[in-house]
């Protein structure tokens, strides 16, 4: 879902690169546009195909989702992860996880993805680790403690990605209204912890919102 125009490129550069894009699935339309109406901050469709590439390039037997909304990402990293990887995913709203399960259900992909409700740092601390794929799209403020999870728990080569990391270029200017202050310092703290990370090989990509891509170094 488009939340707004694009604050990263230019407006031709962004209308070039959606007439790129492929025919859009219809169920993932409808979920886009039920976003839209409803505000639901569900990843923008470029950030879907590019979630798609990398699962589909990493082969997971393993992903977890923080953040799974109304289950747009989920049945993206499922669809892309094929039929012999598991996906669960964290969502606090219980309203969302009935939503979630009910997209997921007429996807086909029931029995491939766990919608679990529950704190995302809660549930994350019971996994015990195996993670070959994680997807961060949850609370803001909770970036830099996901990353201190997910880093042990992840699988060698396990791949971390990260939505929202440029908090609509706020991350790189001076200036930051006062209600975005508190979420563009974590943020920048998390970008900064993640491509310093000794254990990963990260970068930030222009993408969307700001895309963050992370890759475990082999032991």
Not at 95 to 109: D, N, V, Y
Not at 147 to 167: K, M, T
């Amino acid at each position: 879902m488009k939340r707004s125009n694009d604050a990263l490129l230019h407006a031709d550069q962004a209308l070039y690169l959606e007439r790129l894009e492929l025919p859009r699935d219809p169920l993932l339309v409808e979920m886009e546009a039920l976003a839209k109406e409803q505000n639901f901050p569900i990843s923008d469709p470029e950030v879907a195909t590019f979630l798609g590439v990398v699962t589909k390039a990493r082969a997971p037997r393993f992903v977890v989702e923080l953040g799974t909304n109304i289950g747009y990402g989920a049945i993206v990293l499922s669809r892309a992860a094929g039929p012999e990887a598991k996906v669960l995913t964290i969502e606090y709203s219980p309203e969302h996880c009935t939503r979630a399960r009910a997209f997921i259900g007429r996807a086909g992909l029931a029995s491939r993805v766990e919608v679990r409700q529950g704190k995302a740092l809660d549930v994350l601390a019971s996994i015990p680790g195996g993670i070959d794929l994680a997807y961060v799209d949850c609370v803001k403020e909770e970036y830099p403690a996901y990353l201190d999870l997910l880093v042990p728990r992840l699988s060698e080569r396990g791949v971390i990605v990260a939505d929202n990391v440029l908090w609509r270029g706020h991350v790189a200017r001076g200036s930051v209204p006062e209600s975005e202050r508190v979420r563009t310092e974590v943020l920048r703290s998390f970008n900064a912890a993640l491509v310093g990370h000794p254990e990963l090989m990260a970068i930030v990509l222009p993408l969307g919102d700001g895309v963050a891509y992370a890759v475990k170094r082999a032991s």
